[in-house]
């Protein structure tokens, strides 16, 4: 009786999750056709479509937005991608990243790529956000120099893989302060000045979330816990700041072939947990480019929207399991069970090592 109606809860899931799906993307397609992106009668949202690329009737060329746009972990993987969608439509950029070396690299590739126009509409700002108060100094100093913030985006992220019994406390600890409290930090440090702008020209705060801050991801325990942080924190956030002029847009992408997969840090049967998410991570029908990822997260912006989730996959399995929460959780344990490596033996449970091909991703 009780698998009977696992599996009615099952499909009931997957048949609501479908419907749901084909029903927004029908509302996208709607929206996409029109002339504008987003349309509103307000003169707050009018100002908004002109300002980020809304392209008219005429087929003449969109006006450069001249928007500042601040990106967290912008020297590589989907900040670069966003840095770069931001920086094509006429927008001065801030990028933070740890590792200067990168940052720069970062900054030559936009210009080489026409991205921007020039080296000064990119700010450079080596920082670690886990530090809340050199998050407080990078606002400042993108303040100092750019007069203002109208987009911030909270990217910056760490993946730690493996079995429960072989992540040790440290490994969560990381995981918030990257995932978690970097972006508190700068948006804590940013909204002061977010609160005093001019409502009809809104400011604009994106958190990079993840389909694993929806759905709790089996061996993935500290990186889901800090980004089911964020979700939460993130839709908190909207629902506080929107009536008062600054716009939160929460993002919770699938897969993606962002290249991260070669910064997470395995623990556990390392080669073998590096080989399930290595393939995962860079299956094209699995996982999307960074490129689209970011056409996505630039659109959403200018549409205002609340919240967006990025490839089918995950849109689907987010719903599924808001709709049949026990029968996503049996799948997950099954896949657990079946599927992931076994842990270490009880004697190398605590060991913190890492795969020898793997660098832990700089935290922002």
């Known amino acids: 009786m009780k698998r009977t109606s696992l599996v009615l809860q099952m499909l009931a899931g997957v048949t609501a999750a479908g ?45 450069p937005e001249n928007r500042v746009v601040l990106i967290t972990g912008g020297s590589r993987g989907l900040g670069f991608a966003i840095a770069e969608r931001f920086g094509r439509a006429g927008n001065r950029l801030i990028l933070a990243a740890r590792n200067f070396e990168e940052l720069v690299e970062a900054r030559n590739s936009l210009v080489k790529h026409r991205a921007v126009t020039s080296p000064d509409d ?10 809340a108060a050199q998050a407080s100094s990078l606002i400042e100093h993108a303040i100092q120099h750019f007069g203002r913030i109208d987009v911030l985006v909270n990217n910056a992220g760490i993946m ?3 079995p429960v019994e072989d992540q040790p406390i440290e490994a969560y600890r990381r995981a918030m302060a990257t995932n978690f409290f970097s972006a508190l930090h700068t948006i804590h440090a940013a909204l002061p000045h977010l609160l005093q702008r001019d409502r009809r020209n809104p400011a604009v705060i994106v958190n990079i979330c993840s389909i694993g801050g929806k ?9 889901t816990a800090s980004k089911f942080a964020l979700v939460g924190f993130s839709q908190g956030l909207h629902a506080e700041l929107r009536h008062k002029g600054v716009r939160v847009t929460t993002v919770c992408p699938g897969l993606m072939r962002t290249g991260g997969h070669h910064h997470a840090t395995f623990r556990g049967d390392q080669k073998r947990e590096a080989r399930w998410f290595n393939l995962a991570a860079t299956t094209p029908i699995v996982a999307t480019s960074v490129k689209n990822a970011a056409n996505q997260i630039y659109d959403a912006v200018a549409q205002g929207r609340a919240e967006i989730t990025i490839t089918p996959q995950a849109y689907l399995a987010a719903r599924f399991a808001g709709i049949a929460p026990e029968a996503t959780q049996r799948l997950a344990s099954l896949a657990n069970e079946f599927i992931l490596p076994a842990p270490l033996s009880s004697s190398t449970q605590t060991s913190e090592t890492k795969a020898p091909w793997a660098v832990e991703q700089p935290a922002v």
Do not use: C, N, W
């Open 160 to 162: 730690e893989v493996g």
């Open 215 to 223: 759905i709790a991801v089996p061996h993935m325990l500290p990186y």
């Open 19 to 63: 419907a749901a799906y084909l029903i927004d993307a029908q509302r996208r397609k709607s929206e996409s056709a029109q002339s504008v992106p987003f349309k509103r009668s307000s003169s707050a949202f009018s100002s908004f479509r002109s300002l980020f690329g809304t392209h008219d009737s005429s087929g003449s060329s969109p006006k």
């Open 122 to 131: 990119v700010l450079l700002i080596p920082t670690d956000l886990t530090d």
